[in-house]
Every structure is written in C-alpha cells, then in structure tokens.
C-alpha cells in the first residue's frame, strides 16, 4: 500500500460517513492530487463539508496548499450543515487548511464576480488565482453557466474543473425547484423539459465542449462528474485604435482583419483529446 492511501484510508476514518461525497468519488479526488499537485483549490458548494475534507486531507498530505469553500448562510438557521462542516474538520485535524466563506445572499455566482472583481487590475486583466475548481451546487443550468464562465476567469492555466452531478434533475425534487417572485408577485418557474433534462450534463456537452479556454475534456464511467482542464497557452491580448478607420467600408476591412489575426491568436492546444461519450 503507498503512503498516500494508507493516509487516505485515516482520512475516511476520521470523515466516518459525513454526507454527501462518496469515499469512492473521495479517493477520485486524491489520486488526481496526487498527479496532479495543485495547490489553491475551490469548492463550490460546501454543503456538509465532506468534499472540503477529503481535499484539504489530500493537500495536507502534498504539505502545501489551501481550500477556500463556499456556501449561502441564508438556510444557517434551519439546517445543521454548518455544525457539520465545522465537525469534519475539526474531526479530521483540517481546519487550519480550510477556509469556510458563508454568503449572506444565495447566489455563489455573485461571490464569483466579487472574486473576479478583486483579482482584476486597472488594465482588465484578472489574475487567475486557483489551480481545482469543484462545483457541486445549484445544479441549475441559469446559475452554473455563469458559474462556469467566472470560474473559467479564475482558474490557472493547466488547471482543472471538474462538475458534479451531471445525471441530476429535477423530477421529482420539488423542494430543489427554483422560481423567481417577479415585482408583480407572478413567479417563472421551470418547463417540464428542465425538470427531466440534467442541467449540468447540458452545460458541459454544450457549454464547455467548444470552449477554447478547455481542453482534455472527459465524464467518468458512472456518469456523475465531467472534467476539463484549462490549457496551458498564454493569454494574448489585442489592442485596436478603431477610430483611424472612419468610413464603412473601411470597417468592414477592418473586421475581417481582425477575424484573421484572432483566428491566428487563439490557443490551439497539441493533442486535444476528444471527449469521451
């Protein structure tokens, strides 16, 4: 047995079923760590704590690093997830490699944008600052797409995300359903094709397949998470003085100009890897 999964195993010990990370999708977790070596790592969702543990168990065991988990504290007063995160990780001997962020507002997303906010210069550039991005929240294709989106922004080049829960829906979950209460008091709420059809599943076939920021994109066999890795070539910014070109068909040579150059400039990863089915 190696070092690493004689600590994994003290490490499920110390978790002792908390909810709601398998220790199959736990050990998932390690043995890409281990390959992978990040160091600043997001999670999104923290729910119970459990896969905050199982990845601050796996930093500590690298000797480096830091988890930054995110929840809403809007339900605090009604459900005992906090007292269970804070459990786990006192349990498992964690709690100096995590930190626990408690929204007072419900959408992760808009922590996102206060995070791109904060990380990006006068000039517009955002300065990625996470090596793993985990999402395993709303599951809802409206808050996950700019979830996605942000997280992208966030993520260090030759960094992973991986989603959770690609096979979820929302049949029969009426409790999960989400509506929105208009100034009128009417409410959207959900057709039923967005009660049957797995939002997540939807955001990486459609959403992340094409995207030029990924790469390596793949599904595990049971179907649940979806991982893609950010690739590795350097950001290219490009800078256009529109205004010396004034007349109309004069910008439409110069869109076409740029169409090319961008073309040329955009990340073209070696060995693309094409996603599994």
Not at 70 to 76: G, I, K, M, Y
Not at 92 to 99: E, I
Not at 161 to 184: H, I, K, Y
Not at 202 to 231: C, I, M, T, Y
Request: charged share 30%; hydrophobic share 40%.
């Amino acid at each position: 047995m190696t070092a690493w999964r004689r600590s994994f195993d003290e490490l499920v010990a110390a978790i002792d079923n908390n909810p709601i990370m398998t220790e199959g999708q736990g050990l998932r977790i390690w043995e890409h760590f281990v390959e992978h070596q990040p160091r600043d790592v997001l999670d999104i969702g923290t729910c119970f704590g459990t896969s905050a543990a199982y990845m601050a168990g796996a930093l500590r065991y690298l000797g480096r690093g830091r988890v930054v988990t995110v929840d809403s504290n809007q339900f605090d007063d009604r459900s005992p997830a906090k007292e269970w995160v804070e459990a786990v990780l006192q349990r498992c001997g964690l709690r100096d490699w995590v930190d626990t962020v408690r929204m007072p507002h419900s959408s992760y997303a808009w922590w996102l944008l206060e995070e791109v906010r904060r990380r990006t210069s006068a000039a517009g550039v955002c300065t990625p600052g996470y090596d793993f991005i985990y999402l395993d929240g709303a599951k809802s294709l409206t808050i996950d797409t700019t979830a996605v989106i942000l997280a992208e922004r966030l993520l260090r080049p030759g960094g992973w995300l991986l989603l959770d829960d690609l096979n979820w829906t929302f049949e029969g979950r009426e409790e999960f359903v989400p509506t929105t209460m208009l100034g009128n008091g009417d409410r959207y709420v959900l057709s039923a094709e967005e009660r049957t059809v797995p939002h997540i599943a939807a955001l990486f076939d459609h959403v992340l397949r094409d995207h030029p920021a990924f790469s390596n994109l793949r599904v595990d066999e049971d179907r649940e998470w979806g991982w893609a890795q950010k690739v590795r070539a350097e950001r290219r910014e490009l800078v256009v003085r529109t205004e010396l070109v004034g007349d109309v068909s004069g910008r439409v040579l110069l869109r076409a100009a740029l169409d090319k150059v961008r073309a040329r400039a955009r990340p073209r990863p070696a060995g693309r890897r094409k996603p599994r089915a």
